[in-house]
Antibody, heavy 119, light 112 residues
Framework: QVQLQESGPGLVKPSETLSLTCTVS????????WSWIRQPPGKGLEWIGY???????TYNPSLKSRVTMSVDTSKNQFSLRLSSVTAADTAVYYC?????????????WGQGTLVTVSS | QSVLTQPPSVSGAPGQRVTISCTGS?????????VHWYQQLPGTAPKLLIY???NRPSGVPDRFSASKSGTSASLAITGLQAEDEADYYC????????????FGTGTKVTVL
């Protein structure tokens, strides 16, 4: 079955840019949507945005001004960049495959990676 | 901020039936969009439990079922087991500025 693995720095300084990559294995990245979802410690889930294998993107309106997502089909990877981070961006970041049936749901998730924003 | 409201916690004894509500509005569940449910065991990533209102992925026990009516949805767990102790989240599509994808506030299920 499809496996996803997040990677990137676990510590980012305030005002800098958070960068994460998700590597997809045991399946192709093509023809699917791929999302980033985050969860602050002890809190609920927040969808950040998705990128299609074609490169098209849709972002959460509340984060849109700071988010950039991209895909590299040759490496079976997709990425997240979140600029001007603050302590409020401290969270576990998950990548997830996004199915477009039934108005979209997330069927495979990575294990998550904790990103702490601190100086 | 979540636009789908769930009770913070529910509890039940082993073997009992518990239900979790998910209350939305006319811009999400009430607009006819499907509801999906996720189970998050302690310290792990969320796992898809129910998709498309009441469809179970392969491997999910039929003890889990869900329904939708009006602006709300609910998840039922029958024959509650110790391994069901987890956080549960509903998720739907939203056509307002909160969207497009929104999650519920989450419900902690405790097995007594």
């Amino acid at each position: 079955q499809v496996q996803l693995q997040e990677s990137g720095p676990g510590l980012v300084k305030p005002s800098e840019t958070l960068s994460l990559t998700c590597t997809v294995s045991s399946g192709s990245i093509s023809s699917y949507y791929w999302s980033w979802i985050r969860q602050p410690p002890g809190k609920g889930l927040e969808w950040i945005g998705y990128v299609h294998s074609s490169g098209s993107t849709t972002y959460n309106p509340s984060l849109k001004s700071r988010v950039t997502m991209s895909v590299d089909t040759s490496k079976n990877q997709f990425s997240l960049r979140l600029s001007s981070v603050t302590a409020a961006d401290t969270a576990v970041y998950y990548c997830a495959r996004t199915r477009s049936l039934y108005f979209y749901y997330f069927d495979y998730w990575g294990q998550g990676t904790l990103v702490t924003v601190s100086s | 901020q979540s636009v789908l409201t769930q009770p913070p916690s529910v509890s039940g004894a082993p073997g009992q039936r518990v239900t979790i509500s998910c209350t939305g509005s006319s811009s999400n569940i009430g607009a006819g969009y499907d509801v999906h449910w996720y189970q998050q065991l302690p310290g792990t990533a969320p796992k898809l439990l129910i998709y498309g209102n009441n469809n179970r992925p392969s491997g999910v026990p039929d003890r889990f079922s869900a329904s939708k009516s009006g602006t709300s949805a609910s998840l039922a767990i029958t024959g509650l087991q110790a391994e069901d102790e987890a956080d549960y989240y509903c998720q739907s599509y939203d056509n307002s500025l909160s969207g497009p994808f929104v999650f519920g506030t989450g419900t902690k299920v405790t097995v007594l």
